[in-house]
């Protein structure tokens, strides 16, 4: 630890361990120590050391900007920094040396500032911050200890004492705006929440001028768009998390990460204020003001503004004022498991009052279908007996009415169910497929990609076979019971023949049906298997043709194919079966109806109106019935379906409510005595592995396959869990921490990573709305892919196809290290990232990698790709068995030297 004499206002103060000496040294002291040769090492590591730690709680200031590093050396280098152009140590402390009169400042992070004296200058350098110039300024380098052998270099040390200084003030006066900033916000909020309660206690005489949308407002929240993202939040039915630290150049994306939520830009074209498209995240044309559309009925659209608590009915001329780019929320399934009830709540969110008047409808039509039997009745028992034309054209005239009115309540009983169906279609497939993407990634390991997507799709094959006439069907069934109400007014006994003919009828369904469900869930399975059977044969189709095993290939997936195609005949024969009865069954109701009314009941006990009224009804009813069976024909095939979506929607997805924000990770790792398994009864992976990592480390992971090196990279993304022990990012312990937010600050490269389709710039700069072209163009020069980009007919803009054919397997590896550096990660892991590069390029990409001012990772295989990182972990069987540079562990024998001399054979 060290400290400053003579500077009473700074102090750094530590905790010491038991039975410590702690010793006063003055820096001429300090100074005599080094003169000696048996101390100068031992004296300038310690220097070295300090120097590191001070840098490192620089780069770690919450105001360090986001930059790396231009320029990187090392000790014996020459160079010129040009103006503006940052510099740093690549590994070590360094010493730069420089002439006075050519300079007048020097910051470090832009944050302090340093003045050059009139005599030649020494400035230290260390890897994990930066220094800059005002001018181009010529500089040399040296060692610690061969640079503190000159006078002008402990003077320089005087230098970072004012830094420090300057640095704490500038903090302390950081920290007094921001609790300014802080009471400020805290009277503003006092005083609007005063206006407010006003205005609400001044509304209680006066509703007009209520504020009907202040009940969804975050009191805590004092952002408008947060505010009107709320407001169009509430009214879909998601309440917003509260995100204190908004990116300013993604604010709307950091709202929506932080509540789980997806969104998507909209084009707001013709007069959509009529048209009936869900609540809006809008905002004006000129100010930019962000204001929330709300659907207001069938009426159309209202604007609300939370800026000034005004709302405005839409119409052409209001819908000018605001820009034609608006945005829409996509609501998430509950966090719990969730059944098929609750899916159907999830779906009819807002459409309660179209599902009552489906209901509504169908049981009013039910009750218009009884005025044809009754009006048969009094027909033959009434007006024909007493010869009545008169009263023919009255009931004539009153089945024309009863036609119409049920026709008109089909017509809105259709468009109900319209509105439903586009309600379902839009709500629930998003649902699902957000769901998978919030899953951990261990239920992935569970199915097979094809299978996975069948399984994903299932719901919407459940709305594609729930259509409207299926459900028209059901629903006019069950309301066609209402007609039991007629059988039993005219024959109670011949109602309760009808009702025992119905049992038997639903009785044999029963039983015809349960086969058919076993052959279409067996039929569904093998599908399943057979389409991601058939995603696997096509990914690795051109390895079945250099090894000519195609037919093999074929067979496999005939097999799979073959077992499917006998489960749907099989399910086809039962549901034959099934259509069969349904055809025979009205013609053998009416022959037992018959019988039973003249053999066994003695004779026609009826009138011939009463008859023929019964018969009508009992018509009405076989064929409503009939119509339903038909249609639970097709819901039998929804059962297998749902019961193959199930483990997506009760599976939980990844949460991470009540969990820290991890803020901005400085790339500090540290793994302490980490067990890992994959199952409860599994072989442990790591058997208590511990190793740390500072921030700019440059770090190999090595060892033979399966020692668990792939494992430990989904171990530091939180893809699992430790068994025992923790995993701390920054002194924070991963498992505390909200892994989305961690996730977002680490770039990722994998062996098998996937490109999108699309083009080279999208695959870049992925969704990120802050990131341009010149950022994507860094990014493939770091990358070593800016020539390859160059010489393509459409450079950055050239299309990638499905598959991405029209790249090498090289050019693919070096585009997604690319799209991982465009975002300056503070924490890299590359997971086998360059195994495809040829030794010049995998030169260019490993200088790109040394230069950077961020944690790196890297697991590599070819063992002479690591030559230059700082240190090497070499891991087998769960420990951390070997750790040094390169040629410290090429010196010894050990694993890392027999993995060499393995490659190198």
Known sequence: MMGFEGVPALTLSGDATEDSVLYALPLARFQTLFSLDELRPAVAQLINQWLDRLFYGLSGNDSFPNRQAEVLVQAGERLILRKGEAIASQ??????????DKLKTLKINGLGKINASNEEGWMPLGRRAFWESDRNLGLRFYPTEEALQHPAAWRSLRLIEQLLLDLEQQDIEERLHREEARLRQKYTLQNQQAARSLHEAQSILNPQKADKYAQFLDQHAENTLFQAAQVVARASGIRLQDNLHQNPTDPLGDIARASRLRFREVKLEGKWWKQEIG????????????VAFIPVGRAGYEAYNPANRQTMRLDAKQAAQFSPLAYTFFRPL???????????????????????????MGLSGAVLGLVTPVLTGILFDQVIPNASPGQVGQLGLALLVATLASLLLRVSEQFALL???????????????????????????????????????????????????????????????????????????????????????????????????????????????????????????????VTGTEIRAFIRWLDVFRLARQAQYRAATWQNQQALLNALAPVLFNAFIFAFLFQINGGPQLSTGSFLAFQAAFGALTAALLSLSEALLTVFQVMPLYKRTRPILEARPETDEGKKDPGLLRGKVEISDVQFRYEANGPLIFQGISFRLDPGDYVALVGPSGSGKSTLVRLLLGFESPTAGSIFYDDQDLGQLDL?????QIGTVLQNGQLVPGDIFSNIVGTSP???????????????????????PMGMHTVIGEGSTTLSGGQKQRLLIARTLVHKPRLLIFDEATSALDNQTQAIVTQSLRKLQ????????????????DKILVIDQGQVVQQGTYEALMAVEGPFKALARRQME
């Open 91 to 100: 590994r070590y402390v360094v010493w730069g040396k420089m002439k006075a």
């Open 279 to 290: 609540p809006l995240l809008g905002f004006e044309e000129v100010s930019g003001a962000p």
């Open 334 to 360: 509950p966090p719990e498991p969730v059944h098929l009830w609750g899916l159907l709540r999830f779906g009819l969110f807002q459409g309660q009052a179209d599902f009552w008047n489906l209901l509504l």
């Open 419 to 545: 509105r439903l169906e586009t309600r379902l279609d839009l709500r629930l497939q998003a649902a699902i497929w957000d769901r998978v993407l919030q899953l951990p990634t261990r239920f992935f390991r569970q199915f097979s990609g094809g299978d996975l997507a069948n399984r994903t799709l299932g719901v919407q094959e459940i709305r594609r076979l729930l259509s409207g006439v299926v459900v028209a069907s059901v629903l006019g069934g069950i309301f066609s019971l209402v007609n039991f109400v007629l059988l039993f007014y005219y024959s109670a006994s011949l109602a309760l023949v009808a009702l025992s003919l119905v049992l038997l009828e639903c009785l044999a369904f029963y039983v015809l049906g349960r086969p058919q469900i076993k052959y279409e869930q067996e039929a569904l399975h093998h599908t399943g298997q057979a389409q991601g059977l058939v995603l696997q044969l096509l990914t690795g189709i051109s390895k079945f043709k």
């Open 740 to 744: 989305r937010r961690v996730r977002r």
């Open 770 to 792: 802050h990131l341009r072209l010149e950022d994507a163009w860094e990014a493939a020069r770091l990358a070593a892919l800016d020539e390859d980009i160059k010489k393509m």
């Open 854 to 869: 961020a944690t790196r990772i890297v697991i590599a295989h070819r063992l002479s790709t690591i030559r230059e990182v």
